[in-house]
């Protein structure tokens, strides 16, 4: 396992609004659960956690350090700013060690497609994470796929081209679909799903005009 990423933590008096004063000075409300502990409000500094975010990902092991005790965790949820995309609330998920545990791990795509550089193809990843189970210290940040294997229209990419290392496995669908090559639409069949998507509204708004009707007809009997 990679050297483990520490982040400083401390303890945490504001709740609610109050803590918008916090993140005004760069500072990001926590809250950490789990393994033999009662959820405990923290705080965190944002340039630390993003740093931090950025190496690890969700699904390798960090430190968060807390009042000098070291607490090994998953980052389990970030949330963002809708305006400015910072990072406002995290959740850290404390976890044993020595204890097996299912999470996620990320499918990162690599590499270029000759069916997309040389026929004109659009490629699609339709996967994005698969289901692991797995000793803590032997989790990784993603698993990387290299779409350059994919020359044809019919090439697929599935589960069972990840080559998990030692200690993971694998628990989503070996058969399921990470990343195909969708073929170029041609302009007769893009006309096609044009008139196709127009009947399907025209038929939705006359519906709800003929539903209108009906319900305008029974208050007059009323």
Do not use: C, W
């Not at 060690?97 to 699609?124: F, H, N, R, Y």
């Not at 893009?190 to 009906?214: C, F, R, T």
């Amino acid at each position: 396992m990679a050297e483990i990423i520490t982040i400083e933590a401390q303890s945490r008096d504001l709740t609610g609004r109050k803590t918008n004063q916090l993140r005004a000075n760069s500072i990001v409300p926590v809250v950490m659960y789990g393994f033999k502990t009662d959820p405990v409000s923290l705080q965190i500094s944002r340039g630390d956690f993003v740093r931090a975010y950025n190496k690890a990902g969700e699904s390798t092991v960090v430190e968060l350090s807390v009042d000098g005790v070291k607490h090994p965790v998953l980052i389990q949820g970030v949330q963002y700013d809708a305006l400015t995309d910072d990072v406002i609330h995290v959740d850290f998920r404390r976890i044993n060690m020595d204890e097996k545990i299912e999470t996620a791990i990320s499918i990162k795509l690599i590499g270029v497609s000759p069916a997309v550089k040389d026929l004109g193809g659009t490629l699609v990843h339709s996967l994005e994470e698969v289901q692991v189970l797995a000793l803590p210290a032997a989790l990784v940040r993603e698993f990387i796929l290299d779409v350059s294997v994919l020359a044809k229209f019919d090439d697929v990419l599935r589960v069972s081209d990840i080559q998990a290392p030692a200690g993971i496995e694998i628990l989503t669908d070996m058969q399921d679909t990470i990343a195909l090559i969708q073929e170029p639409v041609s302009e007769d069949e893009l006309k096609a799903q044009e008139e196709e998507a127009k009947e399907s509204i025209e038929g939705v708004a006359k519906k709800e005009e003929e539903l209108a009707k009906a319900k305008e007809a029974e208050k007059t009997k009323e």
